[in-house]
């Protein structure tokens, strides 16, 4: 029935101010706002239709993002929105596209590794989308050890100019987003040479394509890398390849906010340290762990509406069968992980404020506290990215069969995230940086530097002034376990986020009390999950575990009620959504039923290729069995 709200009997059922909590989701009442309003407009607007994506050819794809991101920037022009709101805007949009690179890494990677004169050049023309711009970093050969790359950028002091060089296969340029057939410019990293010496990797702004006709530049071969995992998803995104041929750049478009090369050739380096050049990845880690919450909420939205919409087994009388989120065993999967989009959206929310202090610090060229910022935005990166891929699985499993099909959305949504646990730094290799952090700070317990801030907590743990390990090779030897004690130090992280926030005043009636609950269920999950570790290190006993267990049972409990009034919290729309599982009003059979009949395979009851195929067939069958 249109128009009836299937859920209302859930949402009488919620024991806390919905609205109030949707600001704490949002972050603040300004921020609401704001996203509620710009989804609204996305939602409402023709233009940004995507229901028919998973049918789209890669190549007609690929242009209706294109069309999408021109009508996003004429819809952002046009109602003069402010930078905030054209973020937003482009988030509720939800398709892959070469602006997420251009304005999540090309800019700050400007903004970052530039100096004043080159901000002020290249700024303006990229805020205005003048000029289009990838991050061309990783290569065919190496991807994570970025010292590795190949690619050359040699300084000649005749012209003034670099060359900028592909030497072999492996170092043609590989993976960059709207690189393939979009950005006019990179910032391409490469190996600097000076004078013959080699001088480390840095970035430099590279024009690929005439801002004419498109066409690229003498010297570059550039296209796209193919197909990806999963139909519509991330193809959306032109990833490519580019190679080198003896490119000749002006001398000030290297990024020369870190070294410097003077016109006689002469390579400077400036106080501040060089893992700057790192800066531009310190960034986009971050924004990374707030996206986690959001596509981790979405997948949890959609798997708990629609567990309060289907029925299984369990009919008393001939009454209604039992909602399938009413199984202990439902809950027990559903509700850690509603817990966990709530703790990410927490750490995500500190994670942003620890990047802009850190910012501001290195402004003043205060650069004491660019480790743990490094060593708090990779490992909470690789946590909370790793956590929130198998998330979205094990929505699509709580959903059953039609988890499976892409009008539940979860399919796409996979697709399109898990290339989150690679790109941006692979996650084991980031765990490894978060363990070495870890590792360096252990050394020094006994010395006078004090650990601080995320660390201070080590001080406490007495036993690991007593560590020494017999084993040779020691960090490599042990880089496994060392990867679990770098997820453990990040969950620890998490917890503390979340417990520190429900610290702070949180008004709306029994919004407090309901994070408190998810908190909770937060924190017993993981000591449940891990008991293992937990018992075999003596820091909990046998009837700990069983009490934790006991704990968590009645946590879920007290969720149950509040479950669909936790998610519509979130507030997303039914565009943003792209699920009919996940639907506002929960009138999801009428509306699978009806999309089904909208399939391309449906287009004509006889399909194509009856005649080619299988009459023919099925001529040959009856002529068998007449012999
Ligand atoms: C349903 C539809 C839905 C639609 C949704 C639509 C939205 C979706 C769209 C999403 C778009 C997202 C776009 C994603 C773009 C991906 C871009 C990339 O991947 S770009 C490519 C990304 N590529 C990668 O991420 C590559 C990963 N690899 C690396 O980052 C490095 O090579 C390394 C860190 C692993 C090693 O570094 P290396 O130098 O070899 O070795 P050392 O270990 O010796 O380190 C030396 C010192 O440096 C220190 N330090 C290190 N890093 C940093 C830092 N960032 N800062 C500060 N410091 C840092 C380190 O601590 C050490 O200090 P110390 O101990 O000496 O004091
Ligand atoms: C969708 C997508 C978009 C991307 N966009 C961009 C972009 O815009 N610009 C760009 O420059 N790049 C981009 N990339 C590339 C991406 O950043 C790299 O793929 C990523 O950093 C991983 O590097 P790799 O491919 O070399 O993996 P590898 O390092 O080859 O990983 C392979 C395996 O080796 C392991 N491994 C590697 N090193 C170690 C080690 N030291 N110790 C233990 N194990 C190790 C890893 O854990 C992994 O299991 C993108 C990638 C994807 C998938």
């Not at 530097?449 to 490599?476: D, N, S, W």
């Not at 969950?491 to 029994?510: A, R």
């Amino acid at each position: 029935m249109e128009g009836v709200d299937h859920l209302a009997h859930e949402r009488n059922k919620s024991e806390f101010d919905v609205d109030a909590m949707k600001i704490v989701w949002a972050g603040s009442p300004h921020a609401f706002v704001v996203s509620d309003r710009i989804s609204k407009l996305v939602a409402s607007d023709p233009g940004f239709r995507k229901d028919n994506r998973s049918t789209l050819s890669r190549k007609e794809l690929f242009k209706n993002t294109l069309r999408k991101a021109a009508y996003a920037w004429k819809t952002i022009i046009d109602l003069h929105l402010s930078e905030e709101e054209a973020a937003k805007l482009r988030f509720y949009v939800d398709e892959p596209a070469f602006t997420d690179v251009h304005w999540g890494m090309f800019i700050p990677a400007i903004k970052g590794q530039g100096t004043e004169e080159q901000q002020q050049k290249w700024l303006p023309l990229a805020y205005k989308m003048q000029i289009i711009g990838c991050y061309a970093q990783t290569e065919l050969g190496h991807g994570s050890n970025v010292q590795g790359l190949e690619t050359t950028a040699t300084f000649d002091p005749q012209t003034d100019e670099f060359i900028i060089h592909s030497p072999t296969l492996t170092s043609s340029k590989w993976w960059p987003g709207g690189l393939g057939k979009v950005a006019t410019h990179a910032i391409a990293y490469a190996l600097l040479i000076v004078g013959g010496r080699e001088q480390g990797v840095h970035g430099f702004i590279v024009q690929l394509r005439s801002l004419e006709d498109h066409s690229p530049l003498p010297g570059m071969t550039v296209g796209d890398i193919g197909m990806k995992f999963g139909n519509g998803a991330y193809n959306a995104m032109d990833n490519g390849v580019l190679r080198f041929d003896h490119v000749r750049i002006p001398r000030n478009q290297m990024l020369m906010r870190v070294s410097q090369v003077t016109c006689e050739g002469k390579y400077k380096q400036s106080d501040v340290p060089r893992q700057l050049v790192y800066g531009a990845m310190l960034y986009v880690r971050q924004t990374i762990v707030a996206d986690a919450s959001c596509a981790l909420s979405r997948a949890v939205c959609i798997a708990t509406r629609y567990s309060a919409v289907r029925r299984q087994f369990g009919s008393q009388n001939g009454g209604p069968e039992t909602q399938v989120i009413d199984y202990k065993t439902q809950q027990s999967r559903l509700f850690p992980l509603l817990a966990s989009a709530y703790a990410f959206r927490f750490v995500g929310e500190w994670l942003k404020w620890l990047y802009a202090d850190v910012t501001q610090r290195l402004q003043a060229n205060d650069f004491s506290t660019l480790p743990e910022a490094h060593a708090c935005t990779a490992g909470l990166k690789s946590l909370t990215t790793t956590a929130t891929a198998d998330g979205i699985e094990e929505c699509r499993k709580l959903c059953g069969g039609h988890g499976y099909l892409c009008s539940s959305g979860l399919p796409e949504l996979f697709a399109v995230y898990v290339p989150a646990c690679t790109y941006e730094g692979e996650n084991t290799v980031l765990l490894l940086q978060v363990a070495r952090f870890l590792m360096k700070t252990v050394s020094q317990l006994g010395s006078s530097k004090k650990p601080v801030g995320t660390i201070a907590y080590m001080t406490r743990v007495e036993h690991l002034m007593q560590c020494r390990c017999g084993v040779q090779r020691g960090f490599a030897e042990l880089s496994a376990d060392l990867v679990e004690a770098a997820v453990a130090h990040c969950q620890l992280l998490v917890v503390s986020k979340f417990i520190e926030k429900l610290q702070q005043e949180i008004p709306g009636k029994g919004v407090k009390q309901q994070l408190e609950v998810l908190c909770n269920i937060y924190a017993l999950f993981l000591l449940h999950k891990h008991q293992g570790d937990f018992l075999s290190t003596g820091c909990i006993t046998p009837k700990h575990a069983a009490l934790a267990n006991d704990e968590l049972r009645s946590l879920y409990s007290q969720v149950r009620p509040n479950a669909i009034a936790l998610v519509d919290a979130f507030n997303y729309t039914d565009h943003y959504l792209g699920s009919i599982l996940g639907c506002y009003d929960g009138n999801v059979y009428p509306k699978l039923y009806e999309a089904a009949w909208k399939d391309p395979l449906n287009e004509s009851v006889v399909p194509d290729g009856y005649h080619q195929y299988i009459r023919p067939l099925l001529k040959q069958e009856i002529r068998t069995a007449r012999l």
